[in-house]
């Protein structure tokens, strides 16, 4: 079986995999999505593995080294990456209309 090489896409996925706000985001992402209330989904219910499994699925593959070599999957991971980032910028916002920002 020929396995392929991660590259840069795969160690980006890797990376973001062990973010802890990444799996903040996929809390509040499934709270959302399923209508849930906080204490039934509270923060920090997301692994790095459980961000690994959401990432694999999300992109359709099943390894991250895959992404590189897959044109649908590194778009998908740019996706997954841009909505992430859209999230941590309304996160920020609110920490500093709510005067909790730590600047």
């Not at 890797?14 to 509270?42: E, H, I, S, T, V």
């Not at 991250?64 to 996160?91: T, V």
Request: aromatic share 6%; proline share 3%.
């Amino acid at each position: 079986m020929n396995i392929p090489k991660g590259g840069q896409q795969s160690r980006r996925a890797a990376m973001l995999c062990q973010n802890k706000r990444f799996g903040l985001y996929l809390d509040y992402r499934r709270r959302q999505a399923k209508a849930l209330a906080y204490k039934q989904l509270p923060d920090g219910t997301h692994t790095p593995e459980d961000c690994a499994d959401f990432i694999r699925q999300s992109c359709g593959v099943e390894s991250r080294a895959e992404i590189d070599h897959k044109d649908a999957a590194r778009a998908m991971l740019d996706r997954i990456i841009a909505d992430y980032s859209k999230w941590e910028r309304q996160q920020r916002m609110s920490e500093r209309v709510g005067g909790v920002c730590n600047v």
